[in-house]
């Protein structure tokens, strides 16, 4: 008797439960609907589709460019910035600015050749700057070699020349005193808390200082442009997945031609399991070496880009919206939600990818005695 | 029929949340146990949020 009433209570109080979710679920949907506006008919009386243009707007940002844009004017077309160097080799240098391009809009000609830029890429085109296109929609011109100095590029240099005068000023100081003088004191305890935190527990007091350059370098390298990418400057480089690849090959290479004969043994070898086990194991290890460096710049990439993504959806929020008076608050203030979340995810993110560097370095250069 | 890719992502999403909360919940269990080992706890804590944020991120990529 009582039991039937326990059960007979529990499924009341979870049909409530349920009843709940779904009335705080319409809510939830109704609010939403409320507040999106239905997407305008493509071109469809001169009306633009709002949303295929943010699209293209975000899918613009997170792509390297060929000139630095600061804002552009969608009305008059007028684009604030500055025009980067275009080096391009195609049977020979060619070096040109990128203003020749008008921003896509116009086909350079250099000597006797024309070029044009199409999703942010340099092909070789006609006088008239046709592009051909296959059917997944990409372009079948050639492309010339491209070693521009493009947004990203521009942007490393400029960290790398930021960074070379902030921690040669504090290599500098200690000249003087042990104590370090003005930005300096700012920058000791992070070189301090990369060493204890990340390159000691994981390498080990005995070689740790053989790769102490790398792992700081990486650190605050990855943790200025990450920063660097919440200002209103508009960059992406860590964002960008070449960028990413380039610092995990890094880690990799310097994994491999520092780790000692154990790793090695445990990689092609492992010691301790029967003969059967070792061949079973060997492509496993061997795989295992690659997937480390992968993740590691997935990771980095796919974290820098989703928080692109969401801050710049959310700020989106305000022109799809129907009622702008209602909108812009909430997206202001889920914007600066995100942002405080992304200064975390700058930090953390260098963090991480230094901290697991270490890691596996750790696990190359350690001795395994202890087996 | 096919399967729409979005809903591919909803369920990466659902296991790496799993997995997150298994993570910081036994975090939280063993720091509440021995507080004086929270760094300790932390640092190993993130690098395995780290690890299967990366597995979730190379499936939520491959899968696109």
């Not at chain 1, 005995?206 to 400057?233: C, E």
Request: with cysteine; aromatic share 10%; hydrophobic share 50%.
């Amino acid at each position: 008797m009582h039991r039937n009433l326990g059960t007979e209570f529990l499924h009341v109080m979870q049909k409530r439960t349920v009843v709940k979710i779904l009335l705080i679920f319409t809510l939830v949907f109704n609010v939403a609907n409320l507040f999106a506006k239905e997407p305008e008919k493509e071109e469809d009386g001169g009306q633009v589709n709002t949303k295929s243009q943010i699209d293209t707007y975000i899918e613009h940002h997170l792509q390297d460019s060929h000139d630095f844009t600061l804002w552009s004017d969608g009305e008059t077309g007028a684009h604030v910035g500055f025009p980067l160097p275009v080096i391009l080799w195609d049977n020979g240098l060619k070096v040109f600015s990128s203003s020749k391009f008008h921003h896509g809009e116009t086909v350079a000609k250099v000597g006797d050749q024309h070029y044009k830029l199409d999703h942010g890429k340099i092909y070789k085109t006609d006088a008239e700057g046709t592009i051909n296109y296959d059917e997944h929609h990409h372009a079948t011109n050639v492309k010339p070699l491209d070693f521009s100095i493009t947004k990203n590029v521009v942007t490393m240099l400029i960290v790398g020349v930021l960074m070379l005068l902030m921690f040669g000023g504090l290599a500098k100081s200690y000249k003087k005193g042990a104590l370090p003088t003005g930005f300096g004191r700012v920058l000791e305890p992070l070189v301090i808390y990369v060493r204890d935190e990340i390159a000691i527990p994981n390498i080990g007091k005995d070689n740790y200082r053989k790769f102490m350059g790398f792992l700081l370098t990486v650190f605050f390298f990855i943790w200025i442009l990450n920063l660097l990418g919440m200002t209103p400057l508009g960059v992406n480089v860590t964002g960008n997945i070449a960028i990413t690849v380039c610092l995990a090959l890094f880690t990799y290479f310097i994994t491999q031609f520092s780790a000692n004969k154990e790793y090695w043994k445990h990689i092609f070898w492992m010691p301790g399991v029967p003969v059967l086990m070792k061949i079973v194991l060997m492509p496993i290890e061997i795989l295992g070496t690659l997937t480390k460096p992968f993740a590691l710049l997935i990771r980095l990439f796919a974290n820098i880009t989703a928080g692109h993504v969401v801050i710049m959806s959310l700020i989106a929020l305000i022109f799809v919206a129907d009622n702008v008076y209602v909108m812009t608050p909430i997206s202001l203030l889920l914007t600066i939600f995100i942002s405080v979340i992304e200064l975390l995810v700058a930090f953390l993110q260098a963090f991480i990818f230094t901290m697991l560097s270490a890691l596996f370095i750790g696990l190359a250069v350690q001795d395994h005695d202890h087996h | 029929m096919e399967i729409p890719a979005l809903v591919g992502a909803g369920l990466i999403v659902i296991g790496a949340g799993i997995g997150l909360g298994k993570i910081g919940g036994s975090a939280m269990e063993a720091i509440a146990r021995q507080p004086e080992a929270t760094g300790k706890i932390q640092t190993a804590m993130i690098i395995i949020a780290a690890l299967l944020e990366g597995l979730a991120f190379a499936a939520l990529i491959l899968g696109k």
